[in-house]
């Protein structure tokens, strides 16, 4: 394996933690356990989006990789691997009879009675902006919260959410990934003058890495403590109580796709928390005593030896993880193609980062 010699210290020792999040090998798992992912999108318009979302869960290394996405989208998306199950149950106008006049939960019915066969959430590669279809995500998201399914939202996921910001706020298991106009608009959206990455890389004024934790910061706590991953020349990562900030270099190609990697990857991370959380193997850790709830807190469980962490710690440290992974990925597939890079060349490199950062966990004794 390739040394992470571009990896800080203090990065290294982040990806231990990440690590020990990560379930070993074991005999006794059995299909599905590490990761059943879903991810919402495919229209007519875009198909190749929730491809690179679900291929980079299976490259990472979930179990089950499905596509729930529009009819028409459906055989594209088949033709293009064989690795993943696609569902073409998402309405659209053009497959309703009375577009202005619909019944979304009964709709989103098809897909809701999915959820209770998977762990994770993807919900927005490829997804378009047809009007029905959107209201009928909008009630996805409803009954994923009610049943506590974690889930990521990116691309027009993120649209849903600046029409109606309740439907995550408050929610801990959910991630954002807005760029930097997404960020814009959620603020927006919130009434917050919150200033972008590109405003606050323009201005002279304080400290840059403290102001743009700062507006990460602010923009997760009025959504009442959603994780949000600010991408950018380097990628903010807060969950309003702390902020970490990537120094994993990414390439210099700003392809379309390379979102995609990064969301299909956070699907697979939050498919192994919930396993760490619902303890499928014994980590030899000792239980914490009580959530983080301060910045001091949280340091104390980066900084424990022994001590098993916290939901809301595990939930930052993964969304950085996967930050991360999708930056390395796209430095090396920059570096073996320059200015051709596409978004297929990261699916090929995910696993790889996967072991350069991460690495494969060790078997825990009790288990040997």
């Known amino acids: 394996m390739e040394s992470a010699h571009h990896v800080s210290t203090s990065s290294k020792i982040l990806f231990g933690k990440v690590r020990r999040i990560v ?17 919402i999108g495919g229209c007519a318009d875009y198909t190749g989006a929730p491809y690179f979302s679900a291929i980079a869960s299976a490259r990472l290394g979930c179990d089950m990789s499905h596509v729930l996405c529009e009819r028409s ?48 959430l993807v919900i927005g590669p490829g997804l378009g902006r047809d009007d029905v279809t959107l209201k009928i995500v909008a009630e996805v998201i409803k009954e994923a919260r009610s049943r506590s399914i974690p889930f990521v939202l990116d691309a027009d996921g993120l649209l849903i959410v600046t ?29 917050l003058k919150i200033a972008s990455q590109s405003a606050i890389a323009k201005s002279q004024d304080g400290d840059r890495t403290s102001r743009e934790s700062e507006a990460c910061e602010q923009l997760s706590k009025a959504l009442g403590g959603v994780t949000i991953i600010q991408k950018g020349p380097h990628d903010v990562i807060s969950n309003g109580v702390t902020s970490i900030i990537s120094d994993i270099r ?24 919930a396993a760490y959380l619902n303890r499928m193997w014994d980590s030899g850790e000792k239980d914490n005593e009580r959530e983080a709830q301060t910045k001091e807190d949280v340091r104390a469980e980066l900084e424990s030896e022994d001590k098993r962490m916290s939901p809301s710690t595990t939930l930052l440290l993964i969304a950085w993880a996967g930050s991360a ?8 597939a920059f570096e073996a193609k320059g200015r051709s890079m596409q978004a297929s060349d990261l ?14 966990p060790e078997v825990p004794k009790t288990h040997l």
């Open 163 to 191: 029409e109606d910001p309740g439907l995550v706020k408050g929610y801990r298991d959910c991630i954002l990934t807005p760029n930097v106009v997404e960020f814009g608009r959620l603020a927006k959206g919130l009434g």
């Open 347 to 360: 699916t090929d490199e995910v696993h790889g980062s996967f072991l350069r950062l991460v690495g494969e």
């Open 23 to 39: 379930p070993p090998m074991l005999e006794k798992f059995h299909k599905g356990q590490l990761g059943r992912v879903a991810v």
């Open 250 to 273: 990414g390439g210099l190609k700003r392809s379309g796709g390379q979102g995609d990697t990064l969301t299909g990857s956070l699907g697979t991370l939050l498919a192994w928390r």
């Open 325 to 332: 992974i999708t930056r390395d990925c796209s430095r090396h």
């Open 73 to 120: 989208a459906a055989p594209v998306i088949k033709g293009y691997s064989p690795n993943l199950m696609v569902h073409p149950l998402l309405p659209s106008t053009d497959t309703v009879k009375d577009p202005k006049s619909i019944d979304a939960h009964s709709l989103a019915t098809p897909i809701i009675n999915m959820l209770s066969r998977l762990h994770t």
